[in-house]
């Protein structure tokens, strides 16, 4: 199994999933579960370190900005590129393998790393990634190019209604 570099685990660090019923609280290390999204793996298969993958949004970013010119704001969803921290109610809810995310939450809480291999859903495969290393142009990094204009209209709606 490979594995990418990860922001080290900070004392008191919260549960990650949205809308999780803990109300993000801290999360105890032996209560940890990791999610590594499948979205993830795919960005960071071709940029392992954290230097490597902040390098890559900074290039993502500036090739949409330049693609979508001025009159459109493109809004990043900077959760794509780490896993997630859950609790035990978050990895239950989502229906995670619990041993495997616990796992893979005391591997990155001792190594600061996590496996090139998304969570599986509980009773599902898991899939080891680090295989099929590709050109990963077509990745979610975007989540939306949304034109100004759009923007200021649906602004205005939310203000009229
Ligand atoms: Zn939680």
Redesign the pocket.
């Known amino acids: 199994m490979k594995y990418f570099e990860v922001e080290p685990a900070t004392p008191g660090a919260r549960?990650e999933?949205l809308g999780?019923?803990?109300g993000?609280?801290p999360?105890a290390a032996a209560e940890s579960y990791l999610f590594v999204p499948s979205d993830c793996v795919n960005f960071r298969i071709d940029c392992p370190t954290l230097k490597q993958a902040q390098a890559k949004v900074r290039r993502k970013m500036n090739e949409a900005k330049a693609r979508a010119g001025r009159k459109f704001m493109i809004i990043f969803d900077d959760t794509i590129p780490a896993p997630r921290l859950?609790?035990r109610?978050?990895a239950e809810m989502h229906g995670i393998d619990l041993k495997l995310a616990a796992a893979d939450a005391a591997h990155w809480r001792s190594t600061s790393q996590a496996p090139y291999r998304p969570t599986p859903i509980a009773g599902h495969e898991a899939e080891d990634m680090s295989a099929h290393v590709r050109a990963a142009t077509g990745c979610a990094i975007l989540v939306a190019i949304v034109p100004l204009a759009g923007l200021a209209i649906s602004f205005a709606a939310k203000l009229v209604t």
């Open positions: 549960c999933r999780c019923a803990c993000s609280a999360v859950y609790c109610q978050a």
